[in-house]
């Protein structure tokens, strides 16, 4: 059992960048493959990039490789998604999730709360 709180989203600019924090608690973090995913209005939630468990492996969708780095430092219990030339279409909701499996499973089994991230142009 894990529980993930998430912060760091905002107002920003095209262009802009902006970092996202999740700090994990209540359970092992190193067990935990870890994935980042958003949800934008009227549209389905959508993988961002995941992570393994030692942060050797990485994943990310197309519209965001190049631009976006996850990262994680399990001895502070926290995982990262630094964001960089943000574009319009990346305003959404963005969530941390945990996952005992593959890092690009479709099993993620806790859910943070949810940031606001809104790039305007």
């Known amino acids: 059992q894990v529980q993930l709180a998430e912060s760091g989203g905002g107002l920003v600019q095209a262009g802009d960048s902006l970092g996202l924090s999740c700090a994990a608690s209540g359970g092992t973090f190193s067990n935990y493959a870890m994935g980042w995913f958003r949800q934008a209005p009227g549209n389905e939630r959508e993988f961002v990039a995941s992570?393994?468990?030692?942060?050797?492996?990485?994943y990310y969708a197309d519209s965001v490789k190049g631009r976006f780095t996850i990262s994680r430092d399990n001895a502070k219990n926290a995982l990262y998604l630094q964001m960089n030339n943000l574009k319009p279409e990346d305003t959404a909701i963005y969530y941390c999730?945990?996952?005992?499996?593959?890092?690009?499973?479709?099993?993620?089994?806790?859910w943070g709360q949810g940031t606001q991230v809104t790039v305007c142009s």
């Open positions: 992570i393994n468990w030692s942060g050797a492996v990485t």
């Open positions: 999730a945990a996952t005992s499996g593959h890092a690009h499973s479709n099993d993620y089994d806790y």
